[in-house]
């Protein structure tokens, strides 16, 4: 980026930094692993086989799962005010780069474990994934005033929080099959 005159002025302006470059790159990596697992039936399977194989107490409708979508555009933008504000923080990285990259390593992780029907590791992965969106959502509520800065973060750590509740169920339901 650097060698275009974009990305002098970028450099220039303080956006392109460590910090901004690593999540933005950790987030395209997800999207691709997101896309290459689910598109490509990794282990043979779609998050849907999985989810419809059991009759749980809580399964969301299959079109509710559209959200995906809008949680990935809704990131861009949050990426976008993020790296805005790269100028106005030290060249370092922050409680909140780090746990959106953890977040973003935990969900696919989750997806790999998922499709290869290791539905009691994969529980405690989202889990996991939970508690590292909390504490996102938690520091970022503190640092970012903007709705771009705060929206995109809350409809994820939401969403989680149901595909998490979504999991249990099936755990408990085929522990108890």
């Known amino acids: 980026?650097?060698?275009?005159?974009?990305?002098?002025?970028?450099?220039?302006?303080?956006?392109l930094t460590v910090e901004t470059v690593t999540m933005w790159i950790v987030y395209a990596l997800t999207l691709i692993g997101n896309?290459?697992?689910?598109?490509?039936?990794?282990?043979g399977t779609t998050s849907a086989d999985i989810a419809y194989g059991v009759f749980t107490w809580f399964t969301p409708a299959g079109y509710v799962f559209a959200i995906w979508s809008l949680i990935y555009v809704a990131l861009i933008a949050w990426l976008v005010s993020y790296t805005r504000e790269a100028p106005l923080r030290a060249k370092r990285f922050t409680p909140v780069s780090v746990l959106f990259?953890?977040?973003?390593?935990?969900?696919?992780?989750?997806?790999?474990?998922?499709?290869?029907?290791?539905?009691?590791?994969?529980f405690i992965v989202i889990l996991a994934e939970w508690l590292v969106l909390a504490a996102l959502y938690l520091n970022v509520r503190r640092t970012m005033k903007t709705a771009s800065g705060r929206v995109p973060v809350s409809i994820y750590t939401a969403w989680v929080t149901v595909a998490t509740l979504a999991n249990m169920a099936i755990l408990v339901t085929r522990a108890l099959d």
Not at 5 to 15: A, F, N
Not at 35 to 43: L, Q, S, T
Request: aromatic share 8%; with cysteine.
């Open 1 to 15: 980026a650097r060698n275009t005159r974009t990305g002098r002025k970028l450099e220039r302006g303080g956006y």
């Open 101 to 122: 990259i953890g977040s973003c390593v935990l969900n696919v992780l989750w997806l790999a474990l998922w499709h290869f029907e290791l539905v009691a590791v994969s």
């Open 35 to 43: 896309a290459v697992i689910e598109g490509g039936r990794v282990g």
